[in-house]
């Protein structure tokens, strides 16, 4: 059973147009929840960790918000330069949480 | 900087053919890992170093073999490639206050 799902696989909006992708857990005793941002071809950029449910993290035109079954990133009024592919992760709740796990992303094409 | 450097970032090698990917960091972090991505099944973790000369699988260690004997280096080995070893490899650090991987540039790797 997948740890983590993301929605929608691909999602193009209109430059300024607000939207949000969802990314939903099904691990238990959530240790954290953490969004990157990948650009073609480079690795995973950091974005939000979150630990608990009703937090938020901000960062220019990203929200990060987190409930006890799923995050959302919310963007608002986006940027062709914020055109890429979102992934969300979660941390292994067991003892050592050394083990992340990673959902397939959402690919982000922001039209100017 | 803070680097997490690997090589090579490009590589085309025959079924069976002994391969080594290098990942170094300058960071000076306890943990590292390596991932593969492939389209549709996102990022796998392979295998995890804890610390130098303390290794562990992760969900896809089957066909490598990874060594940790110093804090900076963390090469993961394919003893006998095969065409589905074909794959984007990452190889990360953990920034074990925030929980934020950091990752490298990434490797691609055509096995034929």
């Known amino acids: 059973e997948d740890q983590v799902t993301q929605s929608p696989e691909a999602l193009r909006l209109q430059e300024g147009e607000s939207s949000s992708l969802n990314c939903s857990y099904t691990v238990s005793g959530l240790r954290g929840l953490f969004w990157y941002r990948q650009d073609p071809g480079k690795g995973p950029e950091f974005l939000f960790t979150?630990?608990?449910a009703g937090e938020e993290k901000e960062k220019e035109r990203l929200k990060a918000t987190l409930t006890k079954k799923e995050s959302f990133l919310h963007i608002t009024a986006p940027k062709p330069e914020d055109s890429a592919t979102y992934l969300c992760?979660?941390?292994?709740?067991?003892?050592?949480?050394?083990?992340?796990?990673f959902g397939t992303g959402t690919s982000l094409t922001v039209i100017p | 900087e803070a680097q997490v450097t690997q090589n090579p970032r490009y590589l085309i090698t025959v079924t069976g053919k002994k391969l080594t990917v290098t990942c170094s960091q300058n960071?000076?972090?306890?943990?590292m890992s390596w991932y593969r991505q492939d389209p549709g099944l996102g990022l796998r973790q392979i295998y995890y170093?804890?610390?130098?000369?303390?290794?562990d699988k992760g969900d896809v260690p089957e066909g490598y073999k990874v060594s940790r004997k110093e804090k900076r280096n963390f090469p993961l080995i394919l003893e006998s490639p095969s065409p589905n070893q074909t794959s984007l490899y990452f190889c990360a650090n953990l920034n074990g206050e925030t929980g934020e991987l950091f990752f490298g540039e990434g490797s691609r790797l055509t096995v034929l």
């Open positions: 979150l630990y608990s």
């Open positions: 170093s804890m610390n130098v000369e303390v290794t």
């Open positions: 992760a979660v941390q292994d709740p067991s003892n050592t949480g050394n083990q992340f796990y």
């Open positions: 960071m000076n972090h306890e943990y």
